[in-house]
């Protein structure tokens, strides 16, 4: 069953559409993460299901019923800010419980619902300090505490990872995937603009782009049936290689799509010949820039380390079953 | 081990320059104030008049307090501390200065708070309700007292209008008034003052927190207590004490707009009336130390009473 149904659902300031003709049912315990570019209308979209924003068009729904006109505390959902948006006046157990105590619970239903949410994510020992006294990443856990405690049918996150370092990112994402696996019947909507991110921790992908959905489907999907060159592009590390010239005219396209991990590299024979431009070394990969004569530029991922440097000749060929052909206007061509 | 001399010698060269970039400061500020006033403090022991400063001779607390002694078992006090016109201007200075601070403060965080929303020409509105505390003390106090005049004011005559009042009221010069009238025109020309200041500390709250709280459900009065409140009353009692200090020396509004009653004499007035227009130098010397050590204690009293943080350490 559908908790979050989306429907014809449009966005815009003054004369500015923002957000155009969204149509999206997500399923009941679903993590579903909202990818695009900056500016693309993410984080609107999500402030709109979490009623901070109104909806110009369209119709949004939560478990069945109708929700463009409800009050966001009654929409049975929560929200971790990218800014944290803690109390900062407040005890981290305050801020948990300002909510709660406005909802009228129990002192002692108030108690357990904060122990239990700060056991989840070990800030037991914090609950008596103020947000200041807390290190980013533990201000994001009290955040994401403060949202469990709503017990919410709907947890949207805006960005939550973008102020941590890099090494605390990835701990935290892993939180947050166990976090969806502890809460099976809570939907998950989680905005980003990191593809990684998306792709690691996401059921289905919503990828936006310029105010419109230009794809929804599950990781792989997307990697590997992209609905157009923008997905092709924006999803996958390092970026798929779009060739414009004979490559693309000899199969009747105007774009090129291979991977870079679907490039085979060989020193001795294949079907492109170029000269290595750059070797960036991963230790796990080397990524090698190669320029391709008639053909262009072409990064090429290899596995491990590579005795391969500047200015080598290489020789290159692509797997043709990872081919992805694309017309003019970004669509991809069938076959 | 090493470094240690290193960095003693880099921070005894920090404080030297801190010290060095003080001096002016500190040399000004005792040229301005700490001279004037004690000056003002040694006068205050002596018999000092106008036109003979120089001869000033010591002569003890004679002018704070003196037995006289009419024989037979009569006697009385003389002096300030037995003076009650000097009493009656400390109560006026201190109920102006409750009453007038007391709602600029609930006025100015109205409307700081009107002036936090957004809306259509919001900034010609912040500009406009600041043209009160830009004129004059001097211009308004006396636009005030033609607006209040008891034949030709427009206040009274729009009362009349009204059918408030029957007859025009003295609002300047009847003592029932007199006060009322003061507090108008200081609460009309400080409320910006307050506004503003307010305003600032309104906009150092984040905006995100107010979002959780709609996602909270919390209700708008209970944001403003809980949230709102909290978060700018740091701002909040600055802007007191600011208002409370400059209050409680209230002078040119009174001499202008009430001159010479004793229902609206404040400390300043009283000492400046001594100093000047009684040649009683010494008394009026007196009557400025007691100024000077009653707001002191009126300031420090609040300052712990709020335990209001100076030196921005809990912020
Ligand atoms: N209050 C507003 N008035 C006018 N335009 C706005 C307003 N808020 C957002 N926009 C516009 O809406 C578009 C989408 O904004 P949004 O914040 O949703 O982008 P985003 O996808 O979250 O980007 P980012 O990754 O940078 O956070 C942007 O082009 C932005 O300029
Ligand atoms: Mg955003």
């Known amino acids: 069953m559908a908790t979050v149904e989306l429907t014809n659902v449009s966005k815009s300031y003054g004369n500015v559409e923002v957000l155009r003709d969204i149509n999206l049912s997500l399923e009941k315990g679903e993590f579903v993460v909202f990818v695009g570019p900056s500016g693309c209308g993410k984080s609107t979209l999500l402030r709109m299901i979490a009623g901070l924003e109104d909806i110009s068009g369209g119709e949004l729904r939560i478990d069945g019923k109708p929700m463009n006109d409800v009050l966001p505390a009654q929409r049975g959902i929560a929200m971790v800010f990218q800014s944290y948006a803690l109390y900062p006046h407040m005890t981290v157990f305050e801020n948990m419980a300002f909510g709660l105590e406005q909802a009228r619970l129990s002192k002692p239903e108030i108690e357990a619902r904060v122990r239990e949410a700060s056991k989840m994510l070990q800030i037991e020992a914090l609950l008596d300090r103020k947000p200041k006294q807390l290190s980013g990443g533990q201000r994001q856990r009290v955040a994401i505490g403060r949202a469990i405690t709503r017990d919410p049918r709907v947890f949207l996150f805006d960005e939550p990872l973008s102020n941590l370092d890099a090494a605390l990112r990835v701990d935290t994402r892993l939180e947050i995937a166990g976090l969806g696996e502890r809460l099976p019947d809570t939907t998950m909507i989680y905005v980003t603009h990191d593809q990684v991110e998306a792709m690691t921790l996401a059921d289905r992908i919503v990828v936006l782009n310029g105010g419109i959905v230009e794809q929804v489907g599950t990781p792989m999907e997307l990697y590997e049936k992209p609905a157009s060159q923008f997905v092709a592009g924006f999803i996958g590390s390092p970026r798929m290689n779009f060739l414009t010239g004979p490559p693309a005219k000899a199969h009747g396209a105007a774009v090129y799509g291979i991977r870079p991990e679907h490039i085979a590299l060989s020193r001795e024979s294949g079907d492109w010949t170029g000269r290595v431009v750059l070797t960036e070394r991963l230790g796990s990969d080397t990524f090698v820039h190669v320029d391709v004569e008639a053909v262009g530029a072409v990064n090429v991922r290899i596995e491990g380390r590579s005795e391969i440097h500047g200015g080598d000749t290489v020789h290159l060929t692509p797997d043709p079953a990872s081919v992805h052909l694309f017309d003019n206007r970004g669509r991809p061509l069938a076959g | ?315």
Do not use: C
């Open chain 2, 1 to 315: 081990m090493s470094a240690n001399p290193v960095k003693s010698r880099l921070s005894r060269n920090r404080t030297r320059s801190a010290w060095l970039f003080l001096l002016p400061m500190l040399v000004t500020l005792f040229v301005v104030a700490a001279w004037p006033l004690g000056r003002t403090v040694w006068f205050s022991f002596t018999d000092a008049s106008l036109d003979m400063m120089s001869e000033a001779r010591w002569v003890g607390i004679r002018n704070y307090l003196e037995y006289v002694d009419f024989g037979g078992g009569e006697g009385q006090y003389y002096g300030l501390l037995a003076d009650a016109r000097w009493w009656r201007s400390v109560w006026n200075t201190v109920l102006f200065a409750v009453v007038s601070v007391s709602f600029e403060t609930v006025f100015g965080l109205i409307i700081a708070l009107v002036l936090n929303q957004q809306f259509r020409g919001r900034g010609l509105v912040r500009a406009a309700v600041l043209i009160p505390w830009a004129i004059p003390t001097i211009v308004s106090a006396r636009m005030w007292a033609w607006m209040l005049h008891d034949q030709f004011g427009i206040i009274n005559d729009m009362l009349q209008g009204l059918g408030l009042i029957a007859e025009p009221i003295a609002w300047t010069a009847s003592p029932d008034t007199a006060m009322i009238a003061v507090l108008i025109v200081d609460i009309w020309k400080t409320t910006p003052f307050m506004a503003l200041l307010i305003l600032a500390g309104l906009q150092m709250v984040p905006g995100d927190i107010y979002e959780a709280a709609k996602l909270d459900g919390i209700p708008a009065w209970r944001v403003f207590r809980k949230v709102t409140l909290p978060l700018i009353m740091p701002a909040v009692l600055v802007a007191v004490v600011f208002r409370a200090l400059d209050a409680l020396r209230v002078f040119d509004i009174v001499y202008v707009l009430t001159p010479n009653t004793d229902a609206t004499r404040t400390m300043s007035v009283y000492a400046r009336e001594n100093l000047f227009d009684y040649d009683q130098f010494a008394y009026g010397s007196a009557a400025s130390t007691l100024l000077f050590l009653i707001i002191a204690l009126i300031t420090i009293t609040f300052i712990m009473a709020t335990r209001m943080d100076l030196e921005g350490k809990r912020s």
